[in-house]
């Protein structure tokens, strides 16, 4: 198996996997989700309609069936909490199909980047080699999107004080997709040659506070 590092070191040398992708030096878009003009007072499921319909579109046009790719669970925790140490991360397995399919699985803990030293905080990060129909991957991105709405498909629910990234990397492709939120998703690329379709197909979902760089990146044929 590709380690996660080998691999980020040979396609996306330097990039530290941590939000929010869009903002580092590789080709990217940052796509709006959630509808901003749906009122808060209406029902959750009203609220993400639009974020499960955009969030799933944009995952099915990075990820084809035979693509080879990595799922990437990162929880941010502090140093003493024991808790994944002694239950395994319901992302895998509740949404991997196939337990003979997490046999692949690694787990490693490594230094938060965000986070200061004092504070002694950690990622407990997990990841498997898979493919797209290895995965529930239309339940796990509702399941993302519903993070901030304390819902029972909430992922880290028995461990609210801890936070939790999950990033999808097309190992054939290699491309980046990472849901944050509700909210937006971005989507990175080795070349930005391979997210020109996505550019010029899903333009009108581009979040506008960051469409004059995104268009300058497909604007400049030097780039």
Known sequence: MTSLQSYMDHHFKGL??????????????RYEITNPTISLNDPVEIQLKQAFHRSITLFDEVFRGTDEMMLITDVHTSLSNSYLRKKPLNVYLKYVKQRDVLTGLRHEVIPDPLEEE????????????????????????????????????????????????VYFINVTGNLIYHLYDDRGCDILAADKHDLRFLYETYNDWILDYDRNVIDETFHDKDR
Not at 19 to 24: D, G, I, N, Q, R
């Open 16 to 29: 530290t996997l941590a939000p929010a992708l869009f903002y580092s030096s590789y080709p990217a878009i």
């Open 118 to 165: 004092e504070n002694q905080r950690v990622i407990h990060r997990f990841s498997l080699l898979c493919k797209k129909g290895d995965i529930r991957y239309q339940q796990l991105l509702q399941a993302i999107c519903y993070e901030d709405f304390a819902h029972p498909s909430t992922i880290l629910k028995n461990n609210p004080s801890s936070g939790v990234e």
